[in-house]
């Protein structure tokens, strides 16, 4: 059974703050996601990851940074917090390849900025 | 780039009636278009997907049709129960030629189905 696992289910920080969200995944995928998800606006890719080292910008990078240093763990980093970053963010993962592109989600961190 | 709008946003039947939720996809490279279903509180699960090459697929009580031409897709559920009731996602992906696999979500529908 595939698990992807995020570090903290509930996050408070203040406006400023370096915020780290962490996810790790133990089915050997090869591709990671990190994704926000806000009421009427569904789920917005902010970046991924295909490879150790690689990262490719999503549709809403500004404000994020991502690292994998590590097959199966993929960061996602927010240098200086801002309350426009109040969200439900979502981790994912698949393998690579035709016909395996099922992403399975991590349990959401919800990260409220004050 | 891909851009999928996926109607109504939110959906209300009354217990063993029909729901449908349509998304619209504008690649027509996309080649792969899976729903996901996210319970209240809970991470989003693939419930079914589709390729295509195929025009329809069923499993149990959930349905989804593709129609290439007009580049559109569609989530039947029959007989809807009460655990019905969750978010749905529709996505569009394009998995030729060693692409990584992105998947482009519409916004959502909230389905509730009262008993």
């Known amino acids: 059974d595939v698990k992807v696992t995020q570090s903290s289910r509930y996050l408070v920080k203040r406006t400023g703050e370096k915020v780290f969200l962490e996810c790790v995944q133990d089915m050997d995928h090869e591709n990671m996601f990190w994704y926000r998800q806000d009421p009427g606006l569904g789920l917005r890719l902010i970046y991924f990851?295909?490879?150790?080292?690689?990262?490719e910008k999503g549709d809403i990078p500004e404000g994020y940074s991502v690292s994998r240093e590590k097959k199966e763990r993929f960061s996602l980093i927010l240098e200086s917090a801002s309350t426009n970053q109040t969200s439900m963010y979502l981790c994912a993962s698949s393998l690579q390849g035709q016909g395996l592109n099922e992403q399975f989600f991590g349990p959401g961190t919800r990260l409220t900025v004050l | 780039g891909e851009n999928v709008e996926q109607h109504p946003s939110t959906l209300s039947v009354q217990e063993g009636d029909s729901a449908v939720i349509k998304c619209t996809y504008s690649?027509?490279?996309?080649?792969?278009f899976p729903w996901y279903k996210q319970e209240l509180g809970k991470r989003p699960q693939l419930i079914i997907d589709?390729?295509?090459?195929?025009g329809e697929k069923k499993d149990q009580r959930i349905a989804v049709t593709l129609n290439k031409t007009a580049k559109h897709f569609s989530l039947h559920i029959t007989e809807t129960q009460p655990e019905d009731s969750a978010v749905y996602f529709c996505?569009?992906?394009?998995?030729?030629?060693?692409?990584?696999?992105?998947?482009?979500f519409g916004k959502g529908t909230k389905l509730s189905v009262k008993p």
């Open positions: 690649d027509s490279a996309s080649n792969y």
């Open positions: 990851s295909y490879d150790v080292k690689m990262k």
């Open positions: 996505a569009a992906s394009n998995d030729w030629g060693g692409s990584q696999g992105n998947l482009i």
């Open positions: 589709i390729r295509s090459n195929v």
